[in-house]
């Protein structure tokens, strides 16, 4: 995915632009560029490859002239080294057209090949300045940049963001929208344009949806939409519930470490206002009828990532809770492997960003084959609540850095909502029974934050195995997604070798990898679960014999595993299937201070974005 912002209005666009693609840069940052229409008749542009700050020294050089008008881009390559050549903006041969663009023009060969024939010489390997070159042979046809875009757009395929800037249209900026991220921001006397709403939050907190295949012109009067057929098209406007605070990072060395503090915060929030007076659980936008729900009798969620060792967790949550059966499902798999669906299978599908592609591909499958979608999402206005029948948002606030810590929390505890508000319907438990799940729930940020309290320990662990470079991680029940999670979290960061393990399975091949001083992380199940937690300890036994180096995560007042384990990182005790909601945390503690020993970038971990907008 990539970072874009357009802007028309009274203010120094390239300020604006650089402000808001400093917001945005945790969704790209091989390069970035700018192009300006200073006035009638004039474009310029600058762009550099790496990171955003490369091309603000450029611009302290170049000092591009003042204009009121423009758009930009932090890229995360796709087609084409992340090089200066393939940096965005992409111009067309006279100058006056430019274009950046996020997503993959699936056709671009097709008509690279034809613009070719015609004599246009092309000089990056992007598919992207394919756009611009059509542009501005279509600018010749009709002047008008909407109209131009308009007929552009109906010859692409694929999914892509096009925001476009020309010489000869100098007050308007035009975006425009298929299956790839788009928002516009409404000001007074200005618009904006971001691929999300950070990308202008600091000048107003207004926000327009807009909907698959339409096209956005933006003047500093006010905005037109039409669909890719011309049409009029409606448009849904909403307001932004955070500000720019939220995106700063607030003291913190990292966005990673102040999203890890804000957990305690991001799952309160994510609790508040679930009941209504009767103590009922209540969900915000569950468009679903008791009737609907009443007759599921298969779940599938369908998720990416870290969304989807949330997925994994639910499974538990749901099949215990509710007794429904329940399948997880990579989304990128999902709608290639020809799955069974029918009305009375309800897809869940998980994304904090709303974008996910694979994720959306899946949506648009199940509802082909007439399922209803429940999506669990971060950010209202995106496009996988959209095209959902029903919503939980998470309420996490922004999450900045690449790798989800609050997210992945926020979602798990989302799906624990859903599990309750299934048993509800279906009347397998009493509201009693589910209150008092609820009360466990509102007990957990204070948790989490007495999980906080060991970052130093977590520091230090870090410090003593920073030379490692094999991590294994092992869990049994809801422990084994958090391993999967916690493994993840560590090749994501600091670029080592990280597998999770399903404990049981160690004897089964796994085992094999352990040598001298293998760190091995173990989440060893509360005392509750006596069976899994005394096969568990066995499997630390089995792994210290061969010489493994052993950290055990395990519940306060449990010593079964103190002759077993060279590390003990104490969890608060929690009920045995909210164990996830404590146990993740240390491990995300670690996986950023072994990072930050290595000298790598915790926000912006190499050859990663924060959401994965193509397929």
């Known amino acids: 995915m990539c970072g874009i912002v357009g802007y028309v209005g009274s203010k120094n666009a390239q300020e604006v632009i650089v402000g808001g693609l400093r917001r945005l840069e945790y969704r790209g940052y091989d390069s970035a560029g700018v192009a300006l229409v200073p006035s009638a008749g004039e474009l310029v542009s600058a762009k550099k490859a790496g990171k955003l700050a490369n091309l603000e020294a450029v611009l302290d050089e170049v000092g591009l002239p003042a204009a009121h008008v423009g758009i930009g881009h932090t890229r995360w ?125 600091e000048h107003t907190k207004t926000a327009v949806e807009l909907g698959q295949d339409q096209i956005v012109t933006l003047s500093a009067d006010g905005i037109s939409v039409i669909g890719f057929d011309g049409s009029e098209a409606e448009t849904k406007t909403y307001t932004v519930d955070w500000d720019v605070s939220a995106a700063e990072k607030g003291g913190y060395d990292w966005f990673m470490v102040k999203e890890i503090h804000e957990q305690p915060t991001a799952i309160a ?92 591909m899946a949506i648009r499958y199940a509802k082909e084959q007439r399922s209803q979608v429940l999506s669990i999402c971060n950010t209202n206005g995106s496009t996988i609540p959209r095209e959902s029948d029903a919503v939980i948002y998470t309420h996490a606030g922004p999450e900045i850095a690449v790798a989800s810590t609050k997210g992945f929390l926020s979602q798990v505890l989302a799906c624990y909502l859903l599990a309750l508000y299934l048993a509800q319907v279906k009347g397998v438990k009493y509201l009693d029974e589910i209150g008092q799940i609820l009360d466990q729930l509102h007990q957990i940020p204070a948790a989490v934050e007495k999980v906080l309290e060991q970052g130093e320990a977590m520091a230090s662990l870090a410090e003593e195995l920073k030379d490692s470079k094999s991590f294994i991680f092992l869990g049994r029940h809801v422990g084994y997604p958090v391993a999967l999670e916690g493994a993840l979290k560590l090749k994501e960061l600091a ?24 760190p091995v992380f173990t989440i060893v199940p509360p005392r509750a679960r006596d069976q899994l937690q005394e096969k568990i300890v066995s499997n630390i036994q089995e792994v210290r014999a061969r010489g493994a180096f052993t950290i055990a995560l395990v519940e306060e007042g449990d010593d079964s595993v103190l002759p077993f384990a060279d590390r003990v990182i104490r969890l608060p005790k929690v009920a045995s299937i909210l164990q996830p909601l404590v146990s993740a945390v240390p491990l995300q503690i670690f996986a950023c201070e072994l990072a930050t020993r290595l000298g790598h970038d915790v926000d912006q971990p190499r050859n990663l974005a924060k959401s994965v907008t193509v397929e």
């Open 77 to 201: 390559a796709t087609h084409g080294a992340p090089n200066d050549v393939n940096a965005h903006p992409h111009l067309a041969p006279t100058g006056k057209v430019a274009v950046v663009h996020n997503g993959i023009i699936e056709n671009f060969l097709e008509l690279r090949e034809e613009l070719e024939n015609n004599g246009y010489e092309f000089l990056s390997e992007t598919d992207s300045e394919t756009v611009a070159f059509l542009l501005e042979q279509q600018l010749a046809i009709t002047p008008d940049l909407t109209e131009a875009t308009r007929v552009v757009c109906e010859r692409l395929e694929g999914a892509f963001t096009l925001v476009i800037a020309s010489a000869d249209n100098p007050d308007v900026v035009v975006g425009a929208r298929r299956n790839s991220p788009l928002v516009v921001g409404l000001g007074d006397g200005e618009n904006f344009l971001g691929s999300d709403v950070a990308a202008f939050i």
């Open 269 to 360: 929030d994510t609790l508040l206002g679930r009941q209504d007076a009767s103590g009922r659980l209540q969900l915000d936008e569950m468009r679903l009828s008791d009737g609907e729900l009443r007759e599921v009798d298969k779940i599938i969620i369908v998720a990416a990532g870290t969304s989807f060792y949330a997925g994994m967790v639910a499974k538990y949550a749901i099949e215990h809770w509710t007794r429904i059966p329940c399948e997880v499902e990579l989304a990128s798999e999902f709608r290639y492997r020809d799955p069974i669906l029918n009305r009375n299978t309800l897809i869940v599908t998980i994304s904090q960003s709303g974008e996910t592609m694979d994720t959306l």
């Open 495 to 518: 670029y080592l070798h990280a597998e999770g393990f399903a404990a049981g399975e160690l004897k089964h091949g796994p085992i094999a990898v352990i040598d001298q001083g293998t």
